[in-house]
């Protein structure tokens, strides 16, 4: 049955186009240097599809486009720079696997430190205060309560099971 399901579901995804090979420009350049720009601007910008990996490691078509973009732009000349900047034109910061460290970013370069060091610093607290006493129960307030201070309730049914 699971052979069956599976012939199936490999036959659904050849019949919708979803293993085909990709058409377009996606042959690397001749040099390899500008290869490695490529794919170094490549891993520094984020895939729309997957959102949390880079256009470079991810196997979407929409990734494969923007990397033959890339690839277009750095061989027109284009600087690394100015390769990021067309991006985040186009898709905004959000494009970015890294944010920029200006304005309100700062707190997502800086949040986690200080959460690390706010950690540590109570940790030393605890650890220079020590072990926190115990208490003591004096002896009279762990027994019993007099029996006429006793709820009635209770009383009847301490009655009911001596009987």
Known sequence: MTSVLLSLALAAGLVTGQYAPQKGGSDPLA??????????????????????????????????AQLDTVRALVAEGKSDEEVVDYFVARYGEWVLLEPPRHG???????????????GFFIISRQVKRGPEPTATIPPAASSTPAPEAEDPYLQAVRRELDR
Do not use: Y
């Not at 040099?31 to 979407?60: M, T, Y």
């Not at 309100?104 to 706010?118: D, E, H, I, Q, S």
């Open 104 to 118: 309100f970013n700062w707190l997502v370069w800086l949040g986690p430190l200080a959460l690390v060091l706010g």
């Open 31 to 64: 040099d390899a240097a500008l290869e490695a720009r490529v794919q170094k601007l490549g891993k520094a910008l984020r895939c729309a599809v997957c959102q949390g990996v880079s256009i470079a490691d991810s196997p979407a078509s929409m990734a494969r």
